[in-house]
């Protein structure tokens, strides 16, 4: 775990990082591998109170979702990761680039409302599907935090990604 020093080489080591991840996040072999892993992230991420992924610490925005499965109205959790947009948190269900949406996506089209948690500190959301000229504009957002969204959606075989804008209530 890298610790902030006051010399700025913590910040520098740290965007480098993130360039790389950010790179390999472009590859098959890392979204086949991050399907695998994520069930192990939601464990860590849940037990760490958000502070610690499969991945060690980072700087990419990630927050846990908890909604409410539309068929089973159990908690479903997902690692996901954000962008900002005002107060809102802003999410994609890309699914690593798959054919078909993820089931999170579903249950918050069935039931929006749902539980955020963002560096172990949980809120109530609300989410929106994003259309139009808004969807466009946050995956544009969404895409500067993690650019392989754009891969993602050239990978989906003509799924648009669905979009959420959250708004804690």
Same mark, same amino acid.
Request: glycine content about 8%; charged content about 25%; hydrophobic content about 40%.
């Given at each position: 775990?890298?610790?902030?020093?006051?010399? &700025?080489?913590?910040?520098?080591?740290?965007s480098?990082?993130? !360039?790389?991840?950010?790179r390999?996040?472009?590859?098959? *072999?890392?979204?086949?591998?991050?399907? *695998?892993?994520? /069930?192990?992230?939601?464990?860590?991420?849940?037990?760490?109170?958000?502070?610690?992924?499969?991945? &060690?610490?980072? %700087? =990419?925005?990630? =927050?846990?979702?908890?909604?409410? &499965?539309? +068929?089973?109205?159990?908690?479903?959790?997902?690692?996901?990761?954000? !962008?900002?947009?005002?107060?809102?948190?802003?999410? $994609?269900?890309?699914? *690593?680039?798959?054919?078909?949406?993820?089931?999170?996506?579903?249950? =918050?089209?069935?039931?929006?409302?749902?539980? @955020?948690? $963002?560096?172990?500190?949980?809120? /109530?959301? +609300?989410?929106? =599907?994003?259309?139009?000229?808004?969807?466009?504009?946050?995956?544009?957002?969404?895409?500067?935090?993690? %650019?392989?969204?754009?891969?993602?959606?050239r990978? !989906?075989?003509?799924?648009?990604?669905? @979009?959420?804008?959250?708004?804690?209530?």
């Amino acid at each position: 775990m890298l610790i902030s020093r006051a010399d &700025g080489r913590h910040n520098a080591a740290m965007s480098r990082y993130s !360039a790389l991840v950010q790179r390999l996040g472009h590859q098959r *072999w890392f979204a086949t591998m991050g399907r *695998w892993i994520t /069930p192990l992230d939601r464990w860590l991420q849940r037990r760490t109170r958000g502070k610690l992924t499969t991945a &060690g610490w980072h %700087p =990419l925005p990630y =927050l846990l979702i908890t909604t409410t &499965g539309r +068929r089973t109205g159990q908690p479903r959790t997902q690692p996901l990761l954000y !962008a900002r947009d005002g107060d809102d948190y802003v999410v $994609v269900g890309s699914n *690593w680039g798959q054919a078909h949406h993820p089931a999170w996506t579903a249950n =918050l089209l069935a039931r929006p409302d749902a539980v @955020v948690s $963002v560096d172990g500190r949980a809120a /109530p959301v +609300r989410a929106v =599907l994003a259309e139009g000229e808004d969807r466009e504009r946050l995956l544009t957002e969404l895409a500067r935090v993690w %650019p392989a969204y754009r891969t993602y959606q050239r990978r !989906a075989a003509g799924r648009d990604l669905r @979009v959420f804008r959250l708004t804690t209530n």
